[in-house]
């Protein structure tokens, strides 16, 4: 028998997935369902890193805050109430605002819930430059000025607005015996996750209610971006030069590359977890090509009777495995983008698939293709033509 030619080989190849079409397609399943699952793992965590990067390039990572540490006897430190305008004398700072935290304070949605059920929302003393500084933003209604903050008015972040259940502005909630009226809720503030279960308030209105001290516990400081370690190095000293020791030092953007990280190892689970669907996938492809030639032993042995080689039949078995896994592989790709796609469109992510993850698709897709043809291929063309034409 002559050599056969790409076309033939493929539609010979192809003969037996048309003759057992429900077959093929179960097969090609657990193939289709592995590949889906690790392009849309890799889809989903590129896009997630996208929307991450995309939020660092708008929000910076040139943003440090400072805050109280411990004193030598393990106490609670404390920031002196002038560290926040010592901080802005530093040369490649650009801004710095303080906030502090009210530990006796506590806001309820009206004056008869049990003071116990604080719902875990804090009350913060803010300077009015804070949102600017730390590129928050206000989703409805408008921010603390300086007429509003010396009065009982009241921003809420958006996790505390949605555990009072505050949606519409103008409503009053009961803030350590006094009736503050909301005028703004925050979107979430990514580099100060923080504040998004804070009431805020004015500091002249916390001085005048609450009975601040003034003594800061966060301040944000922004800086040059070629000069961030240089003003990290002496953020310590300066807001407390007494005892630098007492004071902490921190980055936010830092803690959102860790997420990141984690992220990562994460996707490598997940992505360890696929492969382990595509080799089960594999292993029924092996299954199925067995199965077939069992069946098929007398179409072997006729073939074999006219002439085909050892290597023809191969060739023919081999085929019909990387057409089976090839068909579930690109099913998987159609599978797992669809899957990346709803996923993004209801996280409102942008939708990143990498270039390498249909490509490392395809290379497994024929390696699993090939390695579940091998042996059946190999068992097909030691048949003799006699054995194989007495068989029923």
Do not use: C
Not at 84 to 112: E, F, Q, S
Not at 298 to 321: D, M, P
């Amino acid at each position: 028998m002559t050599a056969l030619s790409a076309r033939d080989v493929i539609r010979v190849g192809g003969a037996g997935l048309r003759t057992r079409p429900l077959r093929a397609l179960l097969s090609a399943l657990g193939i289709a369902i592995g590949i889906a699952a690790m392009v849309s793992v890799v889809g989903i965590s590129a896009s997630s890193r996208a929307e991450l990067d995309r939020t660092l390039a708008r929000l910076g990572t040139n943003l440090l805050t400072v805050a109280p540490g411990q004193t030598v006897f393990g106490k609670q430190a404390q920031l002196p109430q002038e560290a926040a305008a010592m901080i802005r004398r530093i040369r490649p700072v650009t801004g710095a605002a303080a906030t502090a935290l009210l530990p006796d304070a506590h806001v309820y949605r009206h004056d008869r819930i049990p003071a116990a059920e604080s719902g875990g929302i804090a009350v913060v003393a803010t300077e009015l430059t804070v949102p600017d500084l730390i590129g928050a933003t206000v989703a409805r209604g408008t921010w603390l000025n300086a007429a509003t903050a010396r009065y009982p008015a009241v921003v809420l972040g958006s996790t505390a607005a949605e555990r009072l259940g505050v949606t519409a502005l103008g409503r009053q909630v009961y803030l350590s015996g006094h009736w503050f009226t909301v005028i703004g809720l925050l979107d979430a503030v990514p580099l100060a996750p923080e504040l998004d279960s804070s009431a805020l308030i004015g500091r002249p209105a916390a001085a005048r209610y609450l009975s601040f001290d003034g003594h800061p516990t966060t301040i944000y400081t922004r800086t040059e971006d070629s000069a961030v370690e240089a003003v990290r190095a002496v953020l310590a000293a300066t807001a407390k030069p007494q005892v630098p020791g007492e004071v902490n030092v921190s980055r936010p953007s830092d803690a959102l590359a860790a997420r990141q990280a984690t992220d990562r190892a994460l996707t490598g689970l997940l992505l360890g977890l696929g492969a382990v669907a595509l080799v089960v996938g594999g292993v029924g492809v092996a299954n199925t090509m067995i199965i077939s030639i069992l069946e098929r032993k007398a179409e072997i042995g006729l073939r074999r009777s006219l002439g085909a080689t050892q290597g023809q039949i191969r060739v023919q078995f081999l085929t019909e495995a990387l057409l089976l896994s090839g068909l579930g592989g690109l099913g998987g790709l159609f599978l797992g983008a669809a899957v990346t796609g709803v996923y993004t469109a209801i996280q409102a992510l942008p939708m990143v698939i990498p270039v390498w993850a249909p490509a490392g698709a395809l290379v497994a897709t024929l390696l699993i293709g090939s390695l579940a043809g091998l042996y059946p291929a190999i068992r097909a063309s030691h048949l003799a033509p006699t054995e194989a034409l007495a068989s029923p």
